[in-house]
Each structure stands twice: as C-alpha cells, then as structure tokens.
C-alpha cells in the first residue's frame, strides 16, 4: 500500500432562513440536538448533553 501525503478538502454549508437565536437554540440545546442528530431514519439519539463552556463536553448517544 503506497503512502500518499494529499489532503482533500471539504467544505459543507447551508443557508438558514432563521432567526439566529433560534438557529443556535436548535443546534446547541440537547432537547434538540435529541431531534436532529440522526444517522438514517432508524437510529435515534436518546440522550445528549452539551457544556459550551470553555472546557466544557459534549455528548451524544445513538
């Protein structure tokens, strides 16, 4: 197997026609991160916690 030094670069990105306190509610809150944090329409995350503190954690189970 040969080694390779290139990198590929992705950029995603999505316009949102939201408030942007709202936006951040959705994507921070664990209450919400519970309702969009899926990989395909059969897994589901229970259970997520979220610290945006400096140092803080972020957790999120399927």
């Given amino acids: 197997m040969e ?7 992705v950029t995603i ?3 949102v026609e939201a ?3 709202k ?3 959705c994507w921070t809150e ?8 899926n990989a395909s329409d059969d ?5 997520a916690e979220n610290d945006l503190r400096v140092g803080g954690t972020f ?3 399927m």
Avoid at 3 to 9: F, I, L, Q, V
Avoid at 43 to 47: I, K, L, S, Y
């Fill in 23 to 25: 936006v951040w509610r």
């Fill in 43 to 47: 897994w589901h995350t229970p259970r």
């Fill in 30 to 37: 664990p209450q919400h991160i519970t309702r969009w944090n």
């Fill in 19 to 21: 408030p942007v306190a």
């Fill in 59 to 61: 957790l999120s189970r």
């Fill in 13 to 15: 990105s999505a316009n």
């Fill in 3 to 9: 080694s390779t030094s290139k990198t590929t670069t």
